[in-house]
C-alpha cells in the first residue's frame, strides 16, 4: 500500500507536464516557423508566392517560389491605397452618399457608393432597362489562381466545368462544402496566364482561405488575392455596347464562344477586361480595370459617355 501511495504521487507531475509542455511546444515550433517564413520572404523578393502547404505527415511547412504566371505580377500592379479615394472624388462629384458596408472579415479601401439621391436612384433602375446604369462593384472580390495546374484545381473545387474553358473563355461556377452546401455563386474568366475569380463581398478572403487548403504539396497552383490593386464596375443596361463603343471598346469582337466571354481593350490609355454579362438576368458587360490606380480614369470615361451612377441601394432593388 505504501509502494502504491509513494508511485501516485510521483505519477501525478508526469500527467500534468505534457499538458503544460505540450502547448508552449507547438506555440514556439510555430512561432519558429513564421520567423522562418519571413526569412523565406526576405531572400525570395516581393515576386514570390508564400503559402502553407499541408504535406503527407499531416504538418504544414512553408513554401516560397518565384511566381511562373508569366506577365501576372506586372499587369496586377499595387496596391493602391489612394485609389479608393480617387474613385470616391469622382463619384461624389456626381452626388455620391456614401455609407459604412459591412464587409465582415473583408477589409477592403473601397467603399461603395450607397446612393446619388433620391431622383437618380430612380434613374439608376429606369436606366437598368431603358439606358445604361454604371454600379462600382470594386468591393466585390477579385482572386487570382495561377500557375500550370490552375485549371484542374478550380475544376476539382468548384461544380463547373473549368477544364473546357480557353482563354477569354468564362463561366458561373459554385463553390461548396463537402456536404454540398453552397459557399458563393462565383464568375469565372479564363485569362491568358491566369484565372480571374470574380467573388460576392464578404466571401472573398473565406474564399482563398478555402482555396489555399487545398492547395497539396505537389499542385503547381498559386492563390493571390487582386481585391486592392484593381476595380471592377458593372454596365447594366440595354445601351451598355453603344456606351462602350462610345470610349472606344469594339464589343463585337468579345463574341459568344462561352457564357461569360471577355477580352482586354483600354479605355482612355488604362488597360482593361470587358466581359460580356452583369451578373443579373439583364444585358450589360463587367469593365475590370487591372491597374487600381487607373480606376478614376475609367470610370470618369464611361461617365462622361453617357452611363448613369448607380449606388447599392439601386443595385440591390434592380437584384
Known amino acids: 500500500r505504501g509502494v502504491t501511495f509513494m508511485f501516485s504521487i510521483f505519477a501525478v507531475p508526469f500527467q500534468i507536464l505534457p499538458s503544460f509542455i505540450g502547448p508552449n511546444l507547438c506555440r514556439a515550433r510555430t512561432d519558429l516557423a513564421c520567423w522562418r517564413s519571413a526569412e523565406i520572404i526576405k531572400r525570395a523578393g516581393p515576386s514570390c508566392f508564400v503559402s502553407h502547404r499541408r504535406v503527407f505527415s499531416g504538418k504544414r511547412v512553408f513554401v516560397a ?71 462600382d462593384r470594386s468591393h466585390w472580390g477579385r482572386i487570382s489562381v495561377g500557375d500550370e495546374d490552375r485549371q484542374r484545381f478550380l475544376h476539382n473545387q468548384s461544380t463547373n466545368d473549368i477544364l473546357a474553358l480557353k482563354a477569354n473563355q468564362g463561366c458561373e461556377t459554385v463553390f461548396v462544402t463537402n456536404t454540398a452546401r453552397t459557399l458563393d455563386l462565383a464568375e469565372v474568366y479564363v485569362l491568358e496566364s491566369e484565372v480571374l475569380l470574380h467573388v460576392s463581398p464578404r466571401r472573398r478572403t473565406y474564399i482563398a482561405k478555402l482555396l489555399d487548403k487545398y492547395i497539396f504539396f ?17 454596365l447594366v443596361g440595354p445601351h451598355s455596347a453603344q456606351l462602350l463603343q462610345a470610349v472606344g471598346v469594339d464589343v463585337a469582337s468579345i463574341g459568344s464562344s462561352s457564357p461569360l466571354p471577355h477580352a482586354p481593350f483600354t479605355i482612355l490609355g488604362a488597360s482593361v477586361i470587358i466581359a460580356a454579362g452583369t451578373g443579373l438576368s439583364l444585358p450589360g458587360y463587367h469593365v475590370f480595370v487591372t491597374d487600381a490606380a487607373q480606376a478614376a480614369t475609367v470610370w470618369t470615361a464611361l461617365v462622361g459617355a453617357g452611363a448613369t451612377c448607380g449606388g447599392t441601394k439601386a443595385w440591390e432593388e434592380v437584384r
Do not use: M
Open 218 to 234: 505537389n499542385d503547381r497552383v498559386t492563390i493571390a488575392d487582386r481585391t486592392e490593386n484593381t476595380a471592377s464596375f458593372t
Open 65 to 135: 517560389r518565384k511566381s511562373t504566371t508569366g506577365d501576372a505580377p506586372r499587369r496586377w500592379s499595387g496596391p493602391y491605397s489612394s485609389a479608393a479615394e480617387d474613385i470616391k472624388l469622382a463619384q461624389e462629384s456626381s452626388g455620391a452618399v456614401f455609407g459604412q458596408e459591412d464587409l465582415g472579415d473583408d477589409k477592403s479601401h473601397w467603399t461603395p457608393a450607397v446612393s446619388y439621391g433620391k431622383d437618380k436612384d430612380r434613374d439608376a433602375v429606369r436606366g437598368c432597362y431603358e439606358g445604361a446604369t454604371l454600379f
